[in-house]
């Protein structure tokens, strides 16, 4: 989703991120544009023909603005998206930073589309992520590269999403923070650089004897 072209709106939700603020900055934010907001095609349209395959068994869609990778997985966001790129509803709303709903080791996938790159700590919440899936499960993650996005959004005059916390965020800098974790994984896909600004990855958690 792009950003708002307001900005006093612009300002106002910057201003609840400084202030750590960021869910209720979200909520404020989509309250405000909802009637403004330039309407893009979703991300998760750009990358569906190549990760839907590994969506499969029982999953969550993070902050899936209405248009779930697959149409089994549960539709996970705020319960008023900041972002509305789809007609479904949210199924499950909350925190994607703590699934407190779900055991360790349940699911079988986790799909997110351009959220990571909104938050600052990132390795605690790829934690969380693989924390909930089965040995066997994947985590498939498609996200901006950050200087490539930042520099297409100054050449093509789209709008920046000022969401965006990392300057260097990139699949490097995701690959990194996954070496941080003590949870075994390996890659099963990736591409550093795909769809004009984005990349992408498929990670499979590993069984503890296997790590």
Not at 199 to 210: F, Q
């Amino acid at each position: 989703m792009s950003e708002n072209p307001n900005p006093a709106i612009r300002a106002l939700r910057n201003a609840t991120r400084v202030l750590g603020l960021e869910i209720a900055g979200r909520r404020l934010y989509h309250r405000l544009t909802r009637l403004t907001q330039i309407q893009w095609p979703s991300e998760t349209s750009k990358c569906r023909a190549r990760l839907a395959p590994y969506c499969t068994g029982y999953g969550l869609d993070l902050g899936f603005g209405g248009d779930p990778i697959v149409p089994h997985a549960i539709g996970m966001d705020m319960p008023r998206p900041y972002s509305g790129v789809g007609s479904r509803p949210v199924q499950l709303g909350g925190d994607a930073t703590k699934l407190v709903w779900f055991a360790d080791g349940t699911l079988d996938f986790i799909f997110s589309s351009h959220l990571l790159e909104d938050f600052v700590d990132v390795a605690p919440i790829l934690g969380e992520w693989l924390r909930v899936l089965k040995p066997g499960g994947r985590l498939i993650i498609f996200c901006p590269d950050e200087p490539v996005y930042r520099q297409h959004c100054a050449a093509t005059g789209q709008p920046y999403n000022t969401h965006h916390v990392h300057a260097d965020f990139s699949l490097a800098f995701v690959k990194r923070e996954l070496a941080r974790l003590a949870v075994g994984h390996r890659v099963l896909h990736e591409n550093p650089l795909v769809d004009i600004y984005s990349w992408e990855i498929v990670v499979e958690k590993l069984a503890r004897a296997d790590a």
